[in-house]
């Protein structure tokens, strides 16, 4: 399925290597919604995988309007999508079964898919992210999902972790709130209100990653850098996982594009969805 016109070269790593979790950052990850795990690619892998990744994500990005010319999502990344699809370094990188296997563990589950990748760099002088919750968008009937986010290259505490809402995950969905200044504001109350601690881990290494719930709410900081902040992130779901009905027209968008021929009550496995990792 994936192709690629590249002249970097293919990665020889494979990432099937386990990266075994403790109990602690389990449990911490079931009771935060969040948690990072330092070294999850080691730096020789990603002086193979970077640049590939971040050649991809420039060959494919069709965002080329000035900042001050975009709203307030599109100041927040640049966004490319499935590039898993498109490219084959991007493609060992996106299915390799230690991230896969990780999210299994984290959730507690026998398998995972692979809803889609997504390149996001945000650039110098790029905006904050606003508070949202992930699974705002997606039509899947569960609370199995998570997101990896790992930077492809060293980040300082300005530009990096994000901030998670601890605990915020629990409540699901939290109403018809895509990103946005008015999401920032309502979740910024939200949080306040609730007393949810706000984390972030502060510094980031290429290769280390967060990985986070559908349902926890987070948000960035802005780039004051004069580097690109390069950020590669899987989405996975349990493997069983049904399509539910659309919540909002992000979610019948989306039921279209990364979920093609399923409708409401199939299970979540089209093609763009493979099995990443299964126990046994």
Not at 133 to 147: A, G, S
Not at 192 to 219: I, P, Q, V
């Amino acid at each position: 399925m994936a192709s690629t016109s590249s002249a970097v070269s293919l990665p020889t790593s494979d990432l099937s290597e386990e990266y075994t979790l403790t109990a602690d950052q389990i449990a911490g990850y079931q009771r935060d919604g969040h948690v990072i795990l330092r070294g999850l690619a080691s730096p020789a892998e990603m002086a193979e995988y970077s640049p590939a990744i971040v050649d991809a994500a420039d060959r494919f990005n069709v965002e080329h309007r000035p900042l001050e010319e975009r709203d307030t999502y599109g100041k927040a990344f640049l966004q490319i999508m499935n590039l898993w699809i498109k490219d084959e370094a991007v493609r060992r990188y996106t299915l390799a079964k230690r991230f896969a296997k990780v999210a299994a563990d984290l959730m507690g589950v026998d398998g995972v898919r692979i809803y889609h990748d997504q390149a996001l760099f945000k650039e110098p002088g790029g905006g904050p992210t606003p508070w949202h919750q992930d699974q705002f968008y997606w039509p899947l009937d569960t609370n199995n999902t998570v997101t990896l986010w790992m930077p492809l290259v060293d980040i300082p505490a300005q530009v990096g972790s994000m901030v998670f809402g601890s605990g915020s995950q629990v409540d699901g969905y939290l109403g018809d709130l895509p990103i946005s200044d008015t999401s920032q504001a309502e979740f910024e109350k939200f949080i306040a209100e609730r007393g949810f601690k706000r984390t972030s881990y502060g510094a980031m290494s290429a290769g280390d990653a967060t990985y986070h719930s559908g349902w926890t709410l987070h948000s960035a900081p802005g780039n004051p850098t004069p580097n690109m902040r390069s950020v590669m992130t899987i989405i996975y779901f349990a493997d069983g996982t049904r399509c539910s009905q659309p919540k909002n027209e992000n979610q019948v968008s989306d039921l279209r594009s990364w979920l093609p021929g399923r409708k409401v009550g199939d299970f979540a496995a089209s093609e763009l969805n493979p099995l990443v990792f299964k126990r046994g």
